[in-house]
């Protein structure tokens, strides 16, 4: 058997990157591309209040698992509430926005691009940004539960 050797990463020894510099949304890549997979799979946190720009992805169905937080998930015509252990599946092609409903609190995500399609490039040669040491201890504490 031969095969490219395991990849392991810890979250606090990953960048996070906006999109665009005045976004409310970081992004950390966990798998994508660069570790030789063609799906994607972000680390997603919304600032309070905080959302994505109207998207869609051609080719890729999207999933969000929401670790922590509420949102509202808006997909074409119909906009669903979400909660901690919410699984959305976006299908190819719809126009989608995420927010954040809180004012207060931060919304935690892992996003999964089932097609990555460009996205991680995207995302990758955005701004990056460092990822908040309290936010690592939310997503570790949780995590470890």
Known sequence: MSGAAPI?????????????KDDTVVLAELAGPSQGSSTSVFLEIWEPGGAQPLNSHAESAEIFIVLAGTAVAHSDDESLVLVPGDVLTLQPGSDHRIVNSSATE????????????GFASLVTG?????LAAADLDVLVRG???
């Open 143 to 145: 995590l470890a539960g």
């Open 106 to 117: 931060k919304l935690y995500t892992i996003t999964i691009m089932a097609n990555d399609g």
């Open 126 to 130: 955005g701004t990056r940004v460092p």
């Open 8 to 20: 392991v990463r810890n979250l606090a020894d990953l960048p996070g990157f906006l999109i665009s």
